[in-house]
């Protein structure tokens, strides 16, 4: 097996090795300098975590840029129609989709604040070209991380992250159509760099704000905004029934459940010899809004597939548990998906 590469957050942050004050245009030769870093960095895979926190810290920008540019459109400030705000929405939760799987496999972002060039969220053609290069970049990323976790016999993240990378090809080409670009322009996706790590430069002026012209820091999404969102995925049409193939093996493997002489009747699922916390949202990213007492039953209204490959259960009196961690009722599988 190849050395690993690590990227620390000191690595990361330690200088902008891409500027971005030539305006649009300069963007457009972004991906040359990639190849270019990429070509000298051989002979070394980054490693497993490395890969983990880099892609929660793209997905998480990820879902800000989108959510500010959301928000732009709902203020008159960027001049998308609604058709278009549709295409963000939908974005914004694969990419918190995303986010949220990468947590619940032990990532954990570099940094949590994001910096935009000055002006991004009231010019159309800047936020359309800018917002395709950050998606190409995410899905040279991903090709990375494909062949990586391929070369380790991993082929469950080596499916995972062709999945994701697919679904950020389709966020490109959307933002390719809102700038009046035609949209599938490819036969194949760019192999920009061997490893994830080579997304860094292109990138880090966003994360640390060293890009002339950029402002911030932004903050990411509140639970709040996350759920106020989520729930317009019905009338979106956004589906969240696609699993990823990762949560399909771990929930083949570990998805059993101890259903004991104990087993509660009814909507009602019992909570085992520890305590549970009661989250937000159908996630464990999501924040702790409640704890259950041990051998505590409650009832449940709904259900759904969490993004980790678990069955969520959603408690009448507010909030989620996830399977693992309660005994369920036969009845509870009935109830309807929410």
């Excluded at 947590?103 to 972002?109: C, I, R, T």
Aim: glycine letters at 8%; hydrophobic letters at 40%; a negative charge.
């Amino acid at each position: 097996m190849k050395n690993t590469n690590q990227v620390s957050r000191r690595d990361m942050l330690k200088g902008a090795l891409v500027g971005a004050g030539a305006g649009v245009l300069g963007w457009q030769s972004l991906f040359g300098i990639n190849r270019a870093f990429a070509q000298d960095m051989t002979g070394e895979n980054d490693d497993v975590q490395t890969i983990l926190n880099l892609a929660a810290t793209a997905e998480l920008f990820a879902s800000t840029h989108y959510l500010a540019g959301i928000n732009a459109a709902d203020n008159g400030d960027l001049a998308l129609d609604e058709v278009q705000v549709n295409y963000l929405k939908t974005a914004f939760l694969a990419e918190r989709d995303h986010y949220d799987l990468l947590v619940s496999l032990g990532a954990e972002p570099v940094v949590t604040e994001f910096y935009v060039p000055d002006g991004l969220f009231s010019d159309v053609a800047m936020f359309s070209q800018i917002t395709e290069v950050a998606e190409e970049t995410f899905v040279g990323a991903y090709l990375a991380a494909t062949r990586i976790f391929t070369e380790l016999g991993q082929t469950a993240f080596a499916v995972t992250t062709a999945q994701i990378g697919g679904v950020e090809a389709e966020h490109r080409a959307l933002v390719r159509q809102i700038g009046e670009r035609l949209p599938n322009d490819r036969s194949y996706e760019e192999f920009l760099f061997p490893n994830v790590s080579g997304a860094v430069p292109t990138l880090q002026p966003f994360l640390d704000g060293s890009g002339d012209g950029f402002v911030g820091p932004v903050a990411p999404p509140t639970d709040d905004e996350v759920a106020a969102i989520r729930n317009q995925a019905g009338d979106l049409g956004y589906t969240g029934d696609i699993m990823p193939y990762a949560a399909m093996e771990m929930a083949s493997s570990d998805n059993s459940s101890d259903m004991s002489s104990s087993a509660p009747t009814g909507n009602q699922v019992t909570t085992l010899d520890t305590a549970v916390n009661v989250r937000a949202m159908p996630s464990t990213s999501a924040s702790v809004i409640n704890v259950l007492d041990p051998n505590t039953t409650i009832t449940v209204d709904g259900q759904r597939q969490g993004m980790d490959g678990f069955i969520w259960w959603r408690l009448a009196s507010n909030g989620w548990v996830r399977e693992d961690t309660v005994i369920e009722s036969q009845d509870v599988y009935n109830l309807p998906n929410v």
